[in-house]
């Protein structure tokens, strides 16, 4: 399995690295981690003339938190950083889930965060909870930047927001409100190493009072092709006290708004059915958890 | 293609290869160096077999580009043991615990555990377990590779081997 013949760039400022992606356009291919790209080359889904290869570059890497204001991650940080990262683990929840369930070690240390959302697998595990968290992306080329909430940047199965000569350098991840808690979940075939059959992220926001829904969040994974923001859940659960009766339509709604295909790791069928599970197991969860705060 | 010759550190020692840029590291290290400690199994990154440590993290080599490793200290299974030939705690407790039947997955399966073991010189048996998810053993040789990892947590410690 060889891969095709390429020039091979290693940038190593965001000047450069930008100036190279403006220049080779379409013929150019981001690696990140590689975990992805150099397996559809080898599948000879991709024939890059060119890689830029931005590991080198630093301020594209790491995890900066300002208190009241929120996270900001390199898009080429590592999913091991993630996964690690005290701040991750305490403010956005889900995302550190997601993180130590994606892959392998091995894969973690060097899978990055912007490949996982590049790479735009509906399957993906990262992509849930930071939409669920509010996440925005930064998209950069060489003449500036401009931000997308990234629920609008992953357009489909493979495809992005990306134009020629534009990378993805940055997310910015809002200061969770008071009185909020993001959870993820996911069912697969085994724990490393699958693909999702459905992922999903919550992240719940209460009232002062400790029991009124304000604000939430439902996303799903795997089951279309891009991430899929509930619009009946919140529609249900907002404004209301939590309950038990309330979480069981929420987990119809979830599973009627679901759009699965049928493939080799699970039905359509039962992909809906596991919606429905998710859903009811991480609202729970993500509630008890926000009344803890 | 032209050639370009980079200098890869492997186990402490500096080698000047001409390589292609889509060359892979496993090849480069099995094939060019002639360390072949390092197995490669599925070619897709999958199965764990081709792990090296680069900076002390465990990488599949078979999905790395070796022209991306210049300037980076990559460890094989052959730079484990120390320089008389004696093994190296997880090396010997390994063959202490029957952990090897085919020995196909063992290189991957011991640096994979000693970057664990680096981070969490202690783990419990869940934390070995998941550790070394992303490595398969073919075999069915999980229950003696788990016990060899608890065990060569337990000597190193004791010692205060790295």
Redesign the interface.
């Known amino acids: ?8 760039f ?1 940038p190593k400022t965001p000047g450069e690295a930008l100036d190279l992606a403006g220049r080779l356009g379409n013929k150019a291919k981001v ?1 990140a981690g ?2 992805d790209l ?2 559809m080359m ?1 599948e000879k889904l991709l024939k890059p003339e060119y ?1 830029i ?1 931005i ?1 080198e570059v630093k301020e594209f890497k790491g995890i900066s938190y300002e208190p009241g204001e929120g996270v900001v991650i390199g898009a080429g940080t590592k999913i ?1 950083e993630i996964e690690t990262s005290v701040i991750i683990r305490e403010k956005y929840h889900a995302l550190h889930q997601a993180a130590g369930e994606l ?5 973690r ?2 899978a990055t965060i912007g490949g996982n959302s590049c790479h735009a697998s509906p399957a993906a595990e990262t992509p849930p909870p930071l939409v669920a968290l509010g996440a925005k992306v930064v998209i950069s080329n060489i003449s500036g930047d401009r931000e997308l909430p990234l629920e609008e940047f992953i357009l489909g199965n493979r495809a992005t927001a990306l134009a020629a000569g534009e990378m993805l350098t940055k997310f910015i991840l809002p200061e969770p409100a008071p009185k909020s808690a993001s959870r993820y979940a996911y069912i697969g075939l085994r ?3 699958e693909i999702d059959a459905v992922n999903m992220a919550v992240n719940i926001v209460l009232e002062e009072d400790g029991r009124t829904i304000k604000d939430l969040r439902l996303v799903m994974g795997s089951v279309s092709p891009r991430p899929l923001v509930s619009a009946e859940v919140p529609a249900i659960l907002v404004g209301r006290q939590f309950n038990g009766e309330l979480v069981e339509k929420a987990a119809k709604a979830a599973s009627g708004e679901a759009k699965p295909i049928s493939d080799i790791r699970a039905s359509a069928e039962y992909r809906r059915e596991v919606v429905a599970v998710l859903a009811r197991r991480l609202l729970k969860e993500t509630y008890a958890a926000a009344k803890g705060v | ?1 032209v050639k370009q010759l980079i200098e890869l550190e492997i186990n402490g020692r500096v080698y000047e290869i001409p390589v ?3 060359d ?1 590291l496993v090849d480069v290290i099995r094939k060019k160096v002639g360390l072949t400690g390092t197995k490669k199994g599925c ?4 199965c ?1 077999a081709c ?1 090296v440590l680069i900076n002390g ?4 080599s078979c ?3 070796a ?2 490793c210049q300037g980076k200290k990559i460890t094989t299974i052959e730079g484990l043991a120390a320089a008389d030939g004696s093994l190296h705690p997880i090396q010997q407790s390994f063959v202490e615990h029957g952990a090897v039947q085919c020995g196909f997955c063992t290189p991957g399966m011991i640096l ?1 555990s000693k ?2 073991l680096d981070k969490n010189p202690r783990p419990s048996e869940d934390e070995i377990k ?6 398969i053993c073919r075999c069915t040789g999980y229950k003696k590779i788990v016990e060899a990892v608890s065990a060569a947590s337990e000597t190193m410690t004791a010692e205060g081997v790295k």
Do not use: C, W
């Open positions: 399995m060889y891969l095709n013949h390429f020039e091979y290693a690696l590689g975990t150099l397996i080898k890689l290869d590991n091991s892959g392998s070690a091995q894969v240390h060097m724990d490393a190493m | 293609m292609d840029p889509r892979l070619g897709q990154g999958d764990g792990t993290a465990p990488v599949l999905i790395t580009l022209i991306a994979t970057a664990l998941r550790g070394i998810a992303g490595n």
